[in-house]
């Protein structure tokens, strides 16, 4: 096959070693690898066969920096790895002509980002969701706790536009703050909600989402999709965390998970790599690009996603494809470095 050339962005996330790793070591063809970053502390700058520092994802440059790198680079595909760089990706797709750059429409983007508006959809799809408040400044953010409950049980927020575990508190009346500040590391998501009112403006600010805390077990269903069509895709725990970080995942044989991603990715109309998150039976997340993959020698999702992408993955070899899934099939993150001068 011939050889082809993958762009990854945001090439310093937490996934990108075996992200890489995957795409480079997948048995068909050589695969040269473009990494881009904001920091030079990258690495994608270490891994990848080229990399370049490029602006923020919300910077309105984006989509230009990674488009006139794509042609000196010769990029056949471009994958995005982070939220932040995907609705500039999407609105500016149509100009990288004869590139394959794997991202849902704009208005996809948009409604999965918005966890209001996620939410609300849930609902209406009869998925189970969290019940939830849109709220700004602290006035309204005490009224929506109230309402569901604080303070005979926890609630929590977010920010409406937020990436992964940023911005999120548990609001709960019982946290021991002495505990917290002689025992805990610093970082701990759970306050108190006077505390929390204190810090926020009394009114305005950014739009915040008041929740009903969902407890259990996580699980997210991760896969890539077409014209809101699943093509292939399993469920997996996400368990062990440090740092707002999974660091053991267990791949799961689940029919009821998958019915419920299907309905999501068919109401959004998702194309290319998804990523479903519950906590306990609610869903609280839905991600519109590549996660944590659990990964098989003979099951190599990201690549799959690619080629795909490039037109070279028949619908035939899908059903073949899906039934190489191996249930109970275990991964385990864990931090590495690489030294240089």
Known sequence: MRPVTIMVTASGAPGTAALLRALRENGEREVRLVGTDMSERSIGRHLCDAFHIVPAGSDPGFADALLELCRTEGVDAVLPQSSFDLLGLAEAKERFEGIAVLVSSPE?????????????????????APQFRRVNGGREVAAAAEELGYPERPVCFKPVFSSGSRGFRVLDPTVDRAHQLLHERPGSVAMRLEEAVELLPEQGGPDL??????????????????????????PKTREA????????????????????????VAELE????????????????????????VY?????????????????????????????VIPGRKALRYFDQVEWD
């Not at 660091?247 to 299907?262: N, Y």
């Open 209 to 234: 989402l008041v929740m009903e805390l969902a407890t259990g077990g996580e699980r997210t269903i991760d896969g890539f999709a077409e014209g809101g069509r699943i093509l292939l895709g399993h």
């Open 270 to 293: 998702l194309d290319h790599f998804f990523n479903i998150q519950l906590v306990g039976e609610h869903v609280i997340e839905i991600n519109p690009r590549i996660s944590t993959i």
């Open 296 to 324: 098989q020698d003979d099951l190599n999702l990201p690549y799959l996603g690619v080629k795909r992408a490039l037109g070279e993955l028949p619908d035939e070899e899908l059903e073949e494809l899906q039934g190489r």
């Open 241 to 264: 965390m440090r740092a707002g970080l999974a660091m053991f995942f267990e791949t799961l044989e689940d029919p009821a998970l998958m019915d419920t991603a299907a309905k999501i």
């Open 108 to 128: 996809a983007i948009q409604r999965s980002n918005d966890k209001a508006e996620t939410y609300a959809l849930l609902h209406r799809i009869g998925v189970r």
